[in-house]
């Protein structure tokens, strides 16, 4: 049984599978065809300003800055400046189709190269590693390292446009152009926008710090490794695959994590609801913790897999007491799983105080405590009943704080419930006769089937919300598009000008976040490669094949850790291609013949009547753009629906199917474990 549940799980999560399954869970973070719903908005506001920039000019240059302006280059005409803005969008949207295709093209290539990495890996030959694995990830590293450029370039471009509008606003209060309700709205929307700077450039600085957590994690992983090769009793090869197995996936759901704080949507902190110092206070507090939180929950699959070795002492209700001390070793089977807890424990120690460190240093002192229990009478070889069944509540207790604990870890990071074993680790197990337990593999199944089905059921409201809000925003939109479209010349004044102006600031920033987004999944792919290269593939050059009663050595561990960073660089890859292949989809046939149209309509003679018509041609296709988006989005959550249903079915025919029937009680813990991992909202909207 336990072999055909490994073999069914395996099949469930092979490299194509997680790759579809990551973009089901990050979909509603990372559907830019919401973020680019602004954008037709940002084209029409821009021909309007064309059309505005022919009527009466004046300068808003009565109080500059110190040291002149930054951005604007005709402060002197109000109209020059209109132009500038019409201008600067004109190329920004340019620049962006035309790097945002060749993104796509880039990361076309990046599973061919991951594919030729596998096949590189699985070579029994050391030396053909060494000599050609470095090549196929440096290719992986110069195609994320290209991207970033291309979307440093475009954000770049978002940017100047955002700061022209800004600093034009900023003029005309200085020139004391606006009065009593309507500077105080403009200073708050200034406000507002430099905390969305802010909030970018924590973003950065989180990035950097994630960069440097992914080392440290992949140096801890090979010294824990290490420190428990060394300390595990002899004939205990199950227990160090299980360490392995624990380790890796630490290191998959931090990568995960990582990956779902850079998908955040900025504006879930910059809402304009909110006042400025709650805003100002959520960037300091929650985002500058998010990485080390991310860090805590890593740790889940680790306490899970601990806590399930302790759940191993309880057959039948009961607890066999005599076989739970090794004779030969003179100590207590569980005294290594205490080890262990006491470890991660202590790892706990450097990070910050927050729900997450609390939870899991309340799970890992509970084991500590059960073990010293199981070690107090385990050299007896017997307990009194009524102490038994004290201790077997205990450890049930715990095995469900541990499920729950890796619930919340899976929803906060947006890690799939069902994460493949890495290949060597795979094949080992498979090769060995020993099994750990088919009772065990079944609960942990079982587990993970209702984990998924939570997980999705989640990933869909989350979806279905983001799609509401969408919709009404929308609305909003095509409102602001009609009213523009029926304005006349006569009937735009200054602040009506100043109006767009703040709107289209509001839709160009939206764009730009989403560049922001793409420059640090650059940065993140190209980082764990670098990694890879420089720390990884030189320990497994340099480590020797120490002679080991386990089948399963160090040069084994090194290539499941390269195989998992590949994994996960191709992984990022595989999602930035879907979000450029969106973005190029939307840009091809609904924004790009606009862009051409602002270009035609900054060229005219806006006396003549052309000029009219080929406004107000304008303005009805940005309406139409705005609608057909809208429609690709309700196209989108449909096959998102279909895909969740489809991948459930699977789970369902093909692992819970060979699982035996579970005992009511069992069921129930799990479901409970489950339901309170994936509904407590502590952590709501926190991604």
Request: overall charge neutral.
């Amino acid at each position: 049984m336990e072999s055909q549940i490994a073999k069914t799980c395996q099949s469930l999560t092979k490299a194509e599978e997680m790759r579809n399954q990551t973009k089901l869970v990050m979909q509603p973070y990372a559907n830019w065809e919401e973020y680019l719903t602004p954008a037709p908005l940002s084209i029409a506001i821009m021909g309007e300003l064309v059309f505005i920039s022919s009527s009466t000019d004046f300068s808003i240059n009565k109080n500059p800055p110190k040291g002149g302006y930054k951005y604007i280059k005709y402060p002197d005409s109000f109209r020059a400046c209109l132009m500038q803005v019409c201008n600067s969008g004109w190329w920004a949207f340019n620049e962006a189709h035309k790097n945002m295709d060749q993104i796509r093209l880039h990361t076309m290539a990046v599973p061919d190269y991951m594919k030729t990495a596998v096949e590189i890996l699985f070579q029994g030959n050391d030396e053909v590693v060494e000599a050609h694995l470095p090549d196929q990830l440096e290719n992986i590293r110069v195609i994320a390292d290209d991207c970033l450029v291309l979307a440093s370039g475009t954000e770049k471009w978002f940017s100047d446009v955002i700061n022209v509008i800004q600093e034009l606003l900023e003029a005309c209060v200085n020139a004391e152009h606006f009065y009593g309700e309507e500077l105080e709205a403009i200073k708050k929307k200034l406000e507002e926008s430099k905390i969305r700077k802010k909030s970018a450039e924590e973003a950065v600085k989180r990035s950097e710090k994630a960069v440097k957590i992914l080392e440290e994690e992949l140096e801890e992983a090979r010294e824990t490794y290490k420190q428990a090769m060394d300390s595990i009793p002899s004939g205990w090869n199950m227990v160090a695959m299980d360490l392995v197995g624990a380790v890796t996936e630490s290191f998959t759901v931090l990568v995960s994590g990582l990956t779902a704080i850079l998908a955040r949507p900025v504006d879930q902190v910059c809402n304009a609801s909110k006042t400025i110092a709650e805003t100002v206070k959520d960037i300091k507090g929650i985002l500058a913790d998010g990485v080390d939180e991310i860090n805590i929950y890593s740790k889940a699959a680790e306490i899970l897999t601990w806590t399930e070795g302790i759940q191993q002492c309880v057959q039948s209700n009961n607890i066999d007491w005599k076989d739970l001390y090794d004779q030969k070793n003179k100590s207590t089977k569980t005294d290594f799983y205490k080890q262990q807890f006491q470890r991660i424990n202590d790892s706990l120690d450097k990070f910050p105080e927050c729900k997450p460190k609390k939870d899991a240093q309340e799970i890992c002192e509970k084991a500590i405590n059960i073990c010293e229990e199981l070690a107090k009478h385990a050299p007896d070889g017997k307990c009194e009943e009524a102490k038994t069944n004290e201790i077997i509540k205990k450890i049930r207790k715990l095995t469900e704080s541990a499920r729950t604990f890796d619930c919340k870890s899976k929803d906060a990071t947006k890690t799939p419930s069902l994460i493949p074993k890495p290949p060597m680790l795979y094949k080992e197990q498979s090769k060995s006769g020993k099994k750990c337990g088919s009772e065990k593999a079944t609960e942990s199944a079982r587990f993970r089937v209702e984990q998924s089905r939570a997980q999705m059921k989640q990933t869909r409201d989350v979806y279905e919300k983001s799609v509401e809000n969408m919709e009404k925003n929308q609305k909003e939109l095509i409102d602001i598009l009609i009213t523009m479209r029926n304005c006349k010349l006569k009937k735009i004044d200054f602040n009506k000008t100043i109006e767009m102006l703040v709107k289209g600031m509001d839709a160009m920033g939206r764009v730009k976040e989403q560049w922001e987004k793409m420059v640090r999944f650059f940065q993140m792919v190209s980082n764990i490669v670098k990694t890879s290269l420089s720390r990884t593939l030189k320990d497994f050059v340099s480590t020797s094949e120490k002679t080991q009663s386990l089948s399963y050595n160090s040069k084994l561990f090194s290539k499941d850790l390269l195989y998992s960073q590949a994994f996960q660089a191709s992984n990022i890859a595989s999602l930035v291609h879907m979000i450029s292949a969106t973005y190029t989809e939307v840009s091809d046939k609904y924004l790009m013949d606009r862009v051409s149209s602002l270009g035609k309509l900054m060229g005219m003679d806006k006396t003549k009547p052309e000029f009219e018509k080929e406004r107000q041609q304008l303005q009805n296709s940005c309406d139409e753009a705005q609608r057909s988006i809208l429609r690709l989005v309700l196209k989108n959550k449909d096959e998102f629906e279909r895909k969740t249903d489809s991948r459930l079915e699977k789970i369902d025919k093909e692992l819970l199917a060979i699982l035996p029937a579970a005992a009511p009680e069992e069921l129930k813990s799990i479901q409970a474990a489950v339901k309170s991992g994936f509904t407590e909202d502590e952590e709501a909207g926190y991604y």
